[in-house]
């Protein structure tokens, strides 16, 4: 009889969920470990009082990544979940007063561009039609194939891609390129901030992260019916639906890869113990620092030396908070800005602090999702970019920022918040990296800041150890809930490629 091959996955994030499904329906026995009671990882849910709040991820983008799972694996997405497109993605309030709604409908998009901003509404659709050929030249490439095998270069799609390597646009900053397209101060700000969709800087990060803005305004962005944290749930019931087998509350400590595709996990369970099974395969969702040290205990081979001296990129203070009353004047997605971004990332970047004078991200999932709130009530999700852990005073930041947030939303938005938060939890990046695993607390994984970083990220397949592969935020193609999902099914092609072919 022909041997099954099994695979442990460590960590039910996302990620580690898509390729879990993909490898089960290829006839593989896969296991997963996770170290949380239930599946999501970054993408999570909290009950606070009679308040349920999604904890990290807020905005699908991307979602035919999502259809194109359960196609692969034979199953109807809308069996599973039920997705809605937003008419507005984010509601913009600048210092000035200007309030501007960035409507899914483009021709909407146009008038109110021209209504509030200097420039022409021509602009916009020049502007969403050069992001949208960075990302048809880089989708093929970038998203859906592995950086590290020969193939992924050897043929017609990659070609055309490095013949036209300028069109890109690799060699500018974000915010240089968006300053080209708009006079207005406050639309350009607007688009820099797509950077912090990867947690990345708009002043350093190449111009090529401007295909976020196809991706969000192009393709439209996008909410689950019962708040973001539907997906992990869908994707946990698709795994089961295919056989994987969960373990919860199951911390790896070490993983041994062996010879002879015999891999073995230690875990802990009150004490550490060797598991009695051993699998032909290993799989990291855990990120790939955490993996490197605590999971291999190899702080010395090059890939980890080279992966630990990389930037992360940045985290996030998040306050949940139970607030009385409904707020018209708020979308579900909304953003308080700053006066001086180019200040705040510096505080973020080089200073290495919480911002002085912070953009405040609002996301009110009560809005499309009534019983996340009693009646009468919303449930704020209120966060703000956040440096990855470097030796700061986290107490004082949460401190510092919190007051910060309270001024400036009562300010902006001519409210008393305070008297209005009935219950309240907080997420800071110690909470991140405790959690998850998540390295210095980084949303992201690596930042990318750099015009290489693409390339550096960790690939799917490990060159050094044989039979171990990564999935998730920290490894190719990066962090995201649609990227990630891509790894997953990235990683789980090498596995068949590479593991299954005899
Ligand atoms: C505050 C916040 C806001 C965000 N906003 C967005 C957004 O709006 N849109 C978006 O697309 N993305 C967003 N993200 C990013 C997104 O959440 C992540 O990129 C994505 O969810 C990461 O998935 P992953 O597969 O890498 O796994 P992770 O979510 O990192 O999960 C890894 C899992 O591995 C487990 N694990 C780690 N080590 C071990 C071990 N030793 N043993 C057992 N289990 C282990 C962890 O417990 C965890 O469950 C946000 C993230 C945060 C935190």
């Known amino acids: 009889m022909k041997h099954r091959k099994s695979v442990a996955i460590i960590g039910a994030g996302i990620g580690g969920l898509a390729c879990a ?26 009950q606070l009082d009679n308040f349920r709040f999604d904890t990290g991820p807020s905005l699908l983008t991307m979602p035919f990544v999502l259809e194109e799972l359960f196609d692969d694996v034979g199953e109807k997405l809308s069996d599973y979940i039920s997705l809605n497109q937003l008419n507005v993605n984010c509601k913009y309030f600048f210092p000035d007063g200007t ?5 899914s409908d483009l021709k909407k998009l146009e008038i109110e561009v021209e209504q509030k901003f200097i420039d022409e509404k021509e602009t916009i659709a020049k502007y969403l039609k050069y992001s949208q050929n960075i990302y048809e030249l880089t989708k093929d490439i970038f998203l859906n194939k592995s950086l590290n095998e020969l193939d992924t270069y050897t043929n017609l799609e990659a070609l055309k891609t490095l013949l036209q390597i300028f069109k890109i646009d690799p060699f500018r900053t974000m915010h240089k390129a968006n300053r080209s397209f708009f006079n207005d101060d406050r639309l350009v700000q607007l688009f820099d901030r797509y950077a912090t969709y990867n947690g990345s800087n708009p002043f350093k990060a190449p111009a090529t992260l401007n295909v976020i803005q196809h991706v969000e305004y192009n393709i439209g962005g996008y909410v689950p019916e019962g708040g973001i944290y539907a997906i992990p749930e869908a994707l946990t019931k698709l795994c089961e639906v295919k056989g994987v087998l969960f373990n919860f509350n199951t911390t790896v400590k070490r993983v041994n890869m062996g010879s002879g ?15 009695e099974k051993a699998y032909d395969i290993v799989v990291s969702n855990a990120d790939v620092n955490t993996t ?51 200040k705040e990332f510096d505080d973020l970047s080089d200073k290495k602090i919480c ?27 209120v966060m703000i ?29 001519g409210i008393d918040i305070e008297n209005k938060i009935k219950c309240e939890s907080v997420l800071t990046p110690v909470d991140i990296e405790q959690k998850t695993g998540s390295y210095k ?25 044989k039979g171990l592969y990564f999935c998730g935020g920290s490894a190719h193609p ?20 590479y593991e299954l072919r005899n």
């Open 441 to 465: 607390g980084s949303l992201y994984g690596i930042s990318s800041n750099s015009r290489t970083a693409a390339f550096i990220r960790q690939s799917n397949r490990s060159k050094k150890y």
């Open 261 to 275: 595709n015999k891999h073995r996990l230690e875990i802990a369970e009150g004490r550490v113990k060797n598991i």
């Open 385 to 413: 970019n956040a440096p990855y852990i470097d030796g700061q005073d986290w107490p004082n930041e949460l401190k510092r920022s919190r007051k910060l947030i309270v001024d400036k939303i009562n300010c902006s938005l």
């Open 21 to 46: 499904a993909r490898l089960a329906n290829a006839g593989l026995e896969v296991h997963i470990y996770e170290q949380g009671e239930k599946a999501g990882g970054k993408a999570n849910t909290l």
């Open 99 to 103: 309030e501007f709604e960035a409507h």
């Open 355 to 381: 911002p002085v004078n912070p953009t405040i991200y609002i996301y009110i999932s009560s809005k499309y999702n009534s019983s996340d709130a009693p009646t009468g009530s919303e449930n704020w999700y």
């Open 292 to 342: 490197y040290k605590n999971l291999l205990n190899d702080e010395s081979s090059r890939m980890a030396k080279r992966y630990r001296n990389l930037a992360p990129s940045t985290s996030a203070l998040v306050f949940y908070w139970g607030v009385e009353g409904l707020h018209e004047e708020l979308e579900v997605h909304n953003i308080l800005f700053s006066d001086n971004y180019k």
């Open 478 to 497: 990066g962090g995201g809930i649609p990227l990630v999902m891509l790894s997953g099914k990235i990683t789980s092609e090498l596995i068949r490629k």
